[in-house]
Nanobody
Framework: QAQLDESGGGLVQAGGSLRLSCAAS????????MGWFRQAPGKEREFVAA????????KYLDSVKGRFTISRDNANNLVTLQMNSLKSEDTAVYSC?????????????????WGPGTQVTVSS
């Protein structure tokens, strides 16, 4: 059974950094694109970043470009999201998700497997 498990969330001051990790199991990790999404209180879930199955292609939400970096380790079934220069508006529950094929997508409904999420809180 496909499963995703996020870690690395927490409380950080504005301007600080956090590194989120997502451990995958139960499927052939290296054959699927992976993505990160977030949902702030009272708001819809939104796309943050995605990476192709090979790791060669990435996509980002405009507001996180230059601050966040998505990467993956196919040997260890891990996808990470390095978040720098955090802002209060980055506060949300962050979830990783498995894409429907090898290509990264910004479209939420193309993701079929989701982790439970990890809370990121940025204090101003």
């Amino acid at each position: 059974q496909a499963q995703l498990d996020e870690s690395g969330g927490g409380l950080v001051q504005a301007g600080g950094s956090l590194r989120l990790s997502c451990a995958a199991s139960g499927f052939s990790f290296s054959t699927y694109a992976m993505g990160w999404f977030r949902q702030a209180p009272g708001k819809e879930r939104e796309f943050v970043a995605a990476i192709s199955a090979s790791g060669a292609d990435t996509k980002y939400l405009d507001s996180v470009k230059g601050r966040f970096t998505i990467s993956r380790d196919n040997a260890n079934n891990l996808v990470t999201l390095q978040m720098n220069s955090l802002k209060s508006e980055d506060t949300a529950v962050y979830s990783c998700a498995r894409g429907q094929d090898r290509l990264p997508s910004v479209i939420e409904h193309t993701y079929r497997v989701w982790g439970p999420g990890t809370q990121v809180t940025v204090s101003s």
